[in-house]
């Protein structure tokens, strides 16, 4: 079981910086893809942001419509993984959530409870 907590979210305005951070727990090996996703109200779970645990390094992938403004990083000594995110638009409203995907014969996937950002014009 990997145990998920978001924080840093908050309500700014356009253009202003936040930072989330997610700190999993409960699993010794820190070996697992992580990613952020975010819902806004009436719309579908997209993913914003992931870093896939590869030998020796790791990928990340931003999507398009976050790139050049938001950076996710990990400390994988501690288990946590961070979303900075600069140059808010509106749009970026939503619940962001944190996502653990450990691998094996069958995946495990797991879910932060979320924290709400909320971008003002």
């Known amino acids: 079981q990997v145990r998920l907590v978001e924080s840093g979210g908050g309500l700014v305005q356009a253009e202003d910086s936040l930072r989330l951070t997610c700190v999993a727990s409960?699993?010794?090996?820190?070996?697992?893809?992580m990613a952020w996703y975010r819902q806004a109200p009436g719309k579908e779970r997209e993913i914003v942001a992931s870093?896939?645990?590869?030998?020796?390094?790791?990928?990340?992938s931003y999507a398009d419509s976050v790139k050049g403004r938001f950076t996710i990083s990990r400390d994988s000594a501690r288990k946590t993984m961070y979303l900075q995110m600069r140059r808010l638009k509106p749009e970026g409203t939503a619940i962001y959530y944190c996502n653990v995907v450990v691998p094996g014969p069958v995946e495990s996937i797991y879910w932060g409870q979320g924290t709400q950002v909320t971008v003002s014009a």
């Open positions: 409960g699993r010794r090996s820190s070996n697992y893809d």
């Open positions: 870093i896939r645990f590869i030998f020796r390094g790791e990928i990340i």
